[in-house]
């Protein structure tokens, strides 16, 4: 079991420091929130391997070397906590607690050195139970700052919902929300191995902590990463839909719709272009919650008659008919070369679509091809 511990131990580390240079040498600039990110994963990378070489005896023989401890640890929450807060956007509206942090580490590591350099000269046969003791002050005192920054991020996250009202347009956040309760269940596993090591010495109390350290990092690694990607992507894209500059006219019909010329209801026709045009017009195509109430309650039409327009003159149902108007979007960003580097999920989230799955089978529905073999044409 130890050795099963320690392999996943190291296989994090190495998945951990993979992860800081694949986002230091990608092309795509990234901001302060990735910065943050990558030092979550490397602080928790570099105490578990420090954890690692402690406990499979790659340690000099040094008095100096085999004392001090670097409490990296201390560094991972203050960091996850930056990097929520400008994840959010939000990091001009909250404490910032990087210095004060900083300081702590400093701290800590000048009353290690100054403890073993007593001990060293000053101790009978270089006895560390005071270093020892220190070490385990120093664990609870970490403890107790660690989970003061984490309450704080609970309470953002949970409790000021007005500090996160815009990010909730570009993601639902529930991805960090099960970061969190992970991170419960890693303070527990925390506060269980101290305990347990200060009344019984027992290191083994550990195995749980390192264990749920390793699977964070592959967790966090995908998930920080990868929906950092997506909301930037969604945040420009807002802001080109804002300014009408690759939307879909309502003056070019879909493929969608039907032109049969044989249709004898001009009347109805009318109607129906008018519904299309105001759908488009107004961008209601690009809100994923658009619903046929909203339209007929805009337009001042009864459902039934609106259903019967847009399944006489589309050919679709109401949900068919919006989602084929999304495709056009969609195709629009995937066949423009300005927005080549955009992840395809972003593009697909900001037509309209509520999931990359419905985005894919609508597309491939109404184009007979995924969005990805559609974009390589062009």
Same mark, same amino acid.
């Given at each position: 079991?130890?050795?099963?511990? +320690?392999?996943?131990?190291?296989?994090? &580390?190495?998945?951990?420091?993979?992860?800081?240079?694949?986002?230091?040498?990608?092309?795509?600039?990234?901001?302060?929130?990735?910065?943050?990110?990558?030092? &979550?994963?490397?602080?928790?990378?570099?105490?578990?391997?420090?954890?690692?070489?402690?406990?499979?005896?790659?340690?000099?023989?040094?008095?100096?070397?085999?004392?001090?401890?670097?409490?990296?640890?201390?560094?991972?929450?203050?960091?996850?906590?930056?990097?929520?807060?400008?994840?959010?956007?939000?990091?001009?509206? &909250?404490?910032?607690?990087?210095?004060?942090?900083?300081?702590?580490?400093?701290?800590?590591?000048?009353?290690?050195?100054?403890?073993?350099?007593?001990?060293?000269?000053?101790?009978?046969?270089?006895?560390?139970?005071?270093?020892?003791?220190?070490?385990?002050?120093?664990?609870?005192?970490?403890?107790?700052?660690?989970?003061?920054?984490?309450?704080?991020?609970?309470?953002?996250?949970?409790?000021?919902?007005?500090?996160?009202?815009?990010?909730?347009?570009?993601?639902?956040?529930?991805?960090?929300?099960?970061?969190?309760?992970?991170?419960?269940?890693?303070?527990?596993?925390?506060?269980?191995?101290?305990?347990?090591?200060?009344?019984?010495? +027992?290191?083994?109390?550990?195995?749980?902590?390192?264990?749920?350290?390793?699977?964070?990092?592959?967790?966090?690694?995908?998930?920080?990463?990868?929906?950092?990607?997506?909301?930037?992507?969604?945040?420009?894209?807002?802001?080109?839909?804002?300014?009408?500059? &690759?939307?879909?006219?309502? +003056?070019?019909?879909?493929?969608?719709?039907?032109?049969?010329?044989?249709?004898?209801?001009?009347?109805?026709?009318?109607?129906?272009?008018?519904?299309?045009?105001?759908?488009?017009?107004?961008?209601?195509?690009?809100?994923?919650?658009?619903?046929?109430?909203?339209?007929?309650?805009?337009?001042?039409?009864?459902?039934?008659?609106?259903?019967?327009?847009?399944?006489?003159?589309?050919?679709?149902?109401?949900?068919?008919?919006?989602?084929?108007?999304?495709?056009?979007?969609?195709?629009?960003?995937?066949?423009?070369?300005?927005?080549?580097?955009?992840?395809?999920?972003?593009?697909?989230?900001?037509?309209?679509? +509520?999931?990359?799955?419905?985005?894919?089978?609508?597309?491939?529905?109404?184009?007979?091809?995924?969005?990805?073999?559609?974009?390589?044409?062009?």
């Amino acid at each position: 079991m130890v050795k099963i511990i +320690n392999f996943l131990l190291i296989a994090g &580390v190495l998945q951990g420091f993979g992860f800081n240079l694949v986002t230091i040498f990608v092309k795509k600039k990234f901001g302060k929130a990735i910065i943050f990110l990558n030092l &979550v994963v490397l602080f928790i990378s570099l105490n578990n391997l420090q954890r690692w070489l402690i406990d499979n005896g790659f340690i000099s023989d040094l008095f100096l070397i085999q004392q001090l401890e670097i409490p990296w640890y201390v560094l991972i929450f203050p960091m996850f906590y930056a990097f929520v807060t400008h994840f959010l956007k939000i990091e001009d509206r &909250v404490n910032d607690f990087i210095k004060l942090t900083l300081f702590i580490f400093i701290i800590e590591i000048i009353i290690r050195l100054c403890l073993i350099s007593y001990v060293y000269y000053e101790v009978p046969n270089l006895d560390d139970t005071l270093i020892e003791r220190y070490t385990k002050i120093e664990e609870v005192c970490n403890l107790c700052y660690c989970v003061f920054l984490f309450v704080n991020t609970c309470i953002i996250i949970f409790i000021k919902h007005s500090l996160i009202e815009y990010i909730l347009d570009f993601d639902d956040l529930n991805w960090i929300k099960w970061f969190i309760r992970f991170g419960i269940i890693i303070i527990l596993f925390w506060l269980f191995a101290v305990i347990v090591e200060s009344f019984t010495g +027992n290191e083994m109390a550990y195995i749980p902590l390192r264990l749920g350290t390793s699977i964070l990092l592959y967790w966090i690694c995908y998930h920080g990463f990868y929906k950092y990607n997506v909301v930037q992507d969604r945040i420009l894209l807002r802001s080109t839909i804002d300014d009408n500059k &690759v939307l879909i006219s309502s +003056n070019s019909e879909s493929k969608s719709i039907n032109q049969n010329e044989n249709i004898l209801n001009k009347k109805h026709q009318k109607e129906f272009d008018e519904i299309r045009n105001h759908i488009i017009e107004n961008k209601l195509y690009l809100n994923p919650l658009l619903s046929m109430e909203t339209i007929t309650n805009e337009l001042g039409i009864s459902k039934s008659h609106f259903s019967k327009l847009i399944n006489t003159y589309s050919d679709y149902n109401f949900s068919d008919f919006v989602n084929a108007l999304r495709v056009e979007q969609a195709k629009k960003f995937l066949s423009n070369d300005d927005f080549s580097a955009y992840t395809i999920v972003a593009i697909g989230l900001e037509c309209g679509f +509520n999931s990359k799955s419905t985005f894919y089978s609508a597309f491939k529905k109404f184009t007979s091809e995924t969005p990805s073999s559609f974009r390589d044409q062009f």
